[in-house]
């Protein structure tokens, strides 16, 4: 008895192309599905941002933290988009914020025109001069001042930086500068050329906030952005003259 009847029948009962097309079907299928889990774009989240808590003012910019994050998302504060989304990797992105006011906002994360992950009251904008809660005695230096900048720095001088102040305590010798700056999880000192340093140590005011993991920190507002009172970070104040100065932080004392 033949296997295929003169109408390409297999066993008189079934079409030989149909059950070709059959047989492709049920392998194609699963191999198709395969291949989209594979190569499918896998979705975007938020999972947190850094710092979560800012002082009002121009020229702010937080790290959106999440998963699968790609180029040409954009991130907004409730209905207010950020300025800028700088992908850094698919972990992490720098955001510019929008000039929004103090309160609470949402961060969402979009990707075109469709939202696709939602943080609920992740950001905290802090009024502008808030009452300073803290103060500290620091050790640094000025950095490139001039002579007769150098000269002009004393013993007794209040500096101010937003709603907060800086006490010179006591000043040192001038030395030739430097800057201290982070490599990698090292700290370098950088010389820099004609121009000079003045250590000094400061009496601090700074206000107490929580940062995104949990841990209190000391900052101090300025011109452009906030800054933390801890080694290695530029505090910039306005002395009584009303030029601005740069001091670095080498050590707090309490």
Known sequence: MAIVDERGRIGGKVNLIDAVVAFLILVLIPVAFGAYLLFRTPPARLTGINPAKLLQGPNLRIEAQGENLRPFMRVSFNDQQGKSYQIQSTRGAMVDLPDIPAGTYDVVLY?????????????????????????????????????????????????VSGGSAAFVLSVGTPVPSSVTMRSGKDMMRVPIKDQTDLPATLRVQCFVITSADGVLKCVVPGPVQQSDVAPGSALSLAAPDGAWASFQIDQVKN
């Open 111 to 159: 990707d075109h025109m469709q939202e696709v992950s939602r943080l609920p009251k992740a950001l905290t904008i802090l009024p502008l001069a808030p009452v300073p809660t803290v103060e500290v005695e620091v050790v640094g230096s000025f950095k490139g001042l001039s002579s007769e900048r150098v000269k002009g720095l004393k013993a007794g001088d209040k500096l």
